[in-house]
């Protein structure tokens, strides 16, 4: 297949050796699994249980609220020990409502949908609902409710499932794993999301430094004709979605747009597996593969672990720390956040947990900008980063936003390759989140501005209208009057 | 307002690459050809570069503590140490103490320091330094001597280096013209450029008959560390081979110049220089792959760093040919210098998923 080439991107020390020949490892069930309601981009879903409640394995325990949501089910059977509020796994670590189940050792699934033995006889709505119903997010690290963008094929013709097994963040390997060690779940997750999309045609692309997986997945892949396993150079953020795209379709996603606009989906190779799991056996998402890794971590390792299990189990599971770890990373080390501790659970979008060294992230005091240029160069979404920070220092937040602000995806490139150690991508948050904060402070002003506008209106209407039948009374009393003469 | 606060926030993982490792770099590719010509032009030229050299290193530490900011930290990032040494390269071998001293003077605290230090300057210290020295002290600034090989007869000793360069006690029937001087002197006395080429390997005090192979191995009369185009040329590729430059400043400023050299040289020979005696001679290749790429006052885009390269070849040829100065190079790279921002600002990359006037692309065969 003829691949295209994609601007700049870098190449950082992948460390993926730690984990790449670690098979999946499950974890043992932990004594308390906390379950947040809310492990996705959208609206928390609203609880169903309370405290003391017994639950079987997959319940439904919390309810989706509208289409941007999921339901969450207990993992475990067990009985419900408190829904209370637990510090999330995000770098505020600010608490959140969480559902706290105490494992009853049996683990035994409960009444669980039935399979849909042949998902491709089904229309693409049930498909749709019953990933839905099982709680499926984008496992890749985003978290966006996949049956959302399952739904993409109604509006738009989408011509080419790609399928994400680019897994171009460093150390991470759990996709890796799942594409070697359950091939033919995922592809049968991508053909039956293939069939909901009414795609035509299926592409797995997987970057070129795992050619095991490559190798097993094209093996696996030789019954399906119009399903295409494909070798993308390994190159931070080929993962891109825009980007993979770009590479594969030659075609570039217009700013704003959506790459269904360019009839292309894209859904992670993990996401696949669990379409798999929901639309085959009727299993919601209640575990995944974490990679437990960086050189600070005893024995890193590929772990199997509930939603809801902790951090402080995985690294338990994983002999704890062989030294004190600098930072604490959840996710890959180049788009990942910090983690606040080890209390915080494993939720759907948590692909890695990464104890890394000082040597690791090897970051240092900034020192001025040389004007290299190498942000330049890197940046795959063309981008001039070091323009970008002069005007966010300057606290020119629009001047930074006409030089493309709101198109940084994000990928830390250019703060990877600075010389200077510029921290380039905590300038450019920093200013998405205070230009978001404008616009939205912007909305509120001007809605308060109609309303008032609306009332001003609305009192004059009815100042004029009094107005006016106190000028029609005497008007009247003068007719009765006339009546009466 | 954003503040410099250390951050908690991604990636959790940085390149190897420093500022310093970077200056450290450019050191080492400078090395092999400042070796040779210090060789070349004997006690002199050690005693020169070293006071230059030094002069900025102590002018930068100065600077560091008027400004209160931290001082061995900057000073350890190297850039004070690779401005004297390029501006040392540039200056008369045998020339007085008080150049290199005065022309640190000029290059850190008046071309860096009073921009904000590193990063903050317009134009390029070392050249600043240069074409201030050259415009004020004209004759110093032009005395040029023959090579005076480190152990050969005729080199001077130690001591008498000491009174060359610290007491300007230069002695009689060592200067030599270089050869784009020379080329320039004779073509305004009427010699053909095509006569004088020839002319000047035979020329009075030159015991070495020069050819372009001369020029290119160096062994010739210049500037203290330009002469040999070979050794630079391989530091250059150095650099190229570690990453710390790009082609395309090099490649475009090399190209345009040997590019207008040969077409002119084509149409007019005896007025017009070949294109191969412009990239050989002069500072051509040094300022080619170590002055125009200074990351500082070079445009950061790659578009912008073609155009630039272009411009700084342009004027440098367009100066040796036409202008009343022999060699033209650093009087370019100012003036392209100078139009870094304006380049930068019209040549940066299309932004992903839109056109190149910023607007979002638009969605082929919309549905």
Request: with cysteine; proline share 7%; charged share 15%.
């Amino acid at each position: 297949m003829k691949l295209f080439p994609i601007r700049g991107g870098i190449h950082p020390e992948y460390r993926k050796e730690l984990t790449g020949d670690c098979a999946i490892e499950a974890l043992p069930l932990p004594s308390r699994l906390y379950i947040p309601l809310q492990q996705h981009i959208g609206v928390p879903a609203e609880v169903l249980v309370s405290e003391g409640d017994l639950v079987s394995k997959g319940q439904v325990i919390a309810r989706r609220q509208g289409p941007v949501s999921v339901n969450q089910h207990a993992p475990t059977s067990g009985r419900v020990a408190a829904v209370t509020e637990i510090s999330a796994p995000h770098p505020s670590g600010l608490h959140q409502p969480t559902i706290v189940i105490e494992p009853d050792g049996a683990d035994a699934w409960g009444a669980l949908a039935e399979p849909i033995t042949d998902p491709f006889a089904v229309d693409a709505q049930t498909i749709e609902a019953r990933v839905a119903e099982c709680g499926i997010v984008g496992m890749g690290g985003a978290g966006f409710p996949s049956a959302v963008k399952l739904n993409l094929g109604i509006r738009h013709r989408i011509e080419t499932l790609l399928i994400n097994g680019a897994e171009c963040e460093p150390y991470l390997t759990c996709d890796d794993r799942v594409m070697r060690e359950h091939a033919d779940e995922v592809i049968d997750g991508a053909r039956i999301m293939a069939h909901a999309l009414n795609a035509p045609k299926i592409v797995v692309a997987i970057e070129e430094n795992k050619p095991q997986a490559l190798a097993i997945m094209t093996a696996a892949a030789q019954a399906h004709p119009h399903l295409e396993v494909v070798a993308v150079p390994a190159k931070y953020p080929m993962g891109s979605e825009r980007h993979l795209t770009l590479a594969i379709t030659g075609r570039e996603t217009p700013a704003r747009k959506l790459t269904a606009d360019l009839g292309v989906v894209v859904h992670n190779v993990a996401t696949a597996r669990a379409v798999h799991h929901a639309v085959r056996h009727g299993r919601p998402l209640v575990a995944r593969v974490v990679t437990v890794s960086g050189q600070a971590m005893r024995t890193p390792k590929n772990v199997e672990a509930p939603i809801g299990a902790t951090v402080s189990d995985l690294i338990a599971f994983c002999g704890g720390f062989a030294q004190r770890p600098e930072r604490l990373v959840q996710g890959g080390p180049m788009m990942g956040a910090l983690l606040p501790g080890t209390d915080v659970p494993v939720v759907k979008s948590t692909s890695g947990i990464l104890a890394l060294t000082a040597e690791e992230i090897n970051d240092r005091r900034a020192d001025p900008c040389v004007r290299c240029g190498s942000c330049v160069a890197i940046c795959a979404c063309g981008l001039v980063p070091v323009e970008i920070a002069a005007h966010i220092r300057h606290d020119d937040l629009d001047g930074a936003a006409r030089l493309g602000l709101m198109d940084c995806v994000s990928c830390g490139s250019c703060s990877w390759v600075c010389p200077s150690h510029i921290p380039l991508v905590h300038y450019f948050n920093y200013a998405k989140g205070a230009l978001n904060a404008q616009e939205r402070e912007r909305r509120k002003s001007e809605r308060t501005k109609t309303l008032v506008e609306a009332r001003a209106a609305r009192v004059e209407r009815i100042a004029a209208q009094r107005a006016a039948n106190l000028a029609r009374k005497p008007k009247v009393v003068a007719a009765t009057e006339e009546v009466g003469a | 307002m954003i503040g410099e606060s250390p951050t908690r926030s991604g990636p959790f993982a940085h390149t190897a690459n420093t500022v310093q490792r970077t200056m450290f770099m450019v050191l080492l590719a400078l090395l092999p050809a400042t070796l040779f010509n210090l060789y070349l032009f004997g006690w002199p030229a050690i005693l020169l570069f070293a006071v230059t050299v030094g002069a900025c290193v102590v002018a930068e530490a100065a600077c560091l503590v008027l400004a209160g900011k931290p001082v061995s930290a900057t000073l350890s990032d190297g850039s004070a140490i690779l401005t004297g040494w390029l501006l040392a390269m540039t200056l008369p071998p045998w020339a007085p103490w008080w150049i290199g001293v005065l022309g640190a003077m000029f290059a850190i605290p008046l071309a860096k320091h009073a921009f904000g230090g590193l990063g903050q300057n317009l134009f390029n210290p070392a050249m600043v330094a240069r074409v201030a020295l050259l415009v004020s002290f004209p004759v110093v600034m032009t005395a040029w001597v023959a090579p005076h090989p480190l152990f050969t007869t005729g080199s001077p000793t130690l001591h008498e280096a000491m009174t060359i360069t610290f007491a300007g006690e230069t002695p009689d029937g060592v200067t030599a013209a270089t050869a784009l001087g020379y080329v320039k002197t004779e073509l305004s006395r009427g010699v053909p450029v095509s006569e004088s080429l020839q002319e000047y390997g035979r020329s009075s005090v030159l015991t070495y008959a020069p050819d372009l192979m001369d020029l290119a191995t160096g062994f010739k009369p210049g500037s203290l560390g330009e002469t040999s185009a070979g050794l630079i040329l391989l530091g250059g590729i150095f650099l190229l081979w570690r990453r710390v430059i790009t082609w395309h400043i090099p490649v475009m400023m090399i190209g345009t110049l040997f590019f207008m050299g040969t077409l002119f040289n084509a149409f007019d020979p005896t007025r017009f220089a070949p294109g191969f005696f412009h990239i050989l001679s002069g500072s051509a290749i040094l300022g080619a792959f170590f002055i125009a790429t200074d990351y500082v006052t070079s445009p950061v885009t790659q578009k912008g760093q073609l155009v630039f390269g272009f411009g700084v070849g342009l004027l440098t040829w367009t100066i040796r040919t036409f202008a009343g100065y022999p060699e033209g190079m650093a009087f370019a790279v100012l003036l392209m210098n100078s139009l870094t921002p304006i380049i930068d600002q019209y040549t940066r990359p299309r932004m992903f998923g839109r056109t190149r006037k910023g607007e979002p692309l638009p969605v082929e065969g919309q549905r």
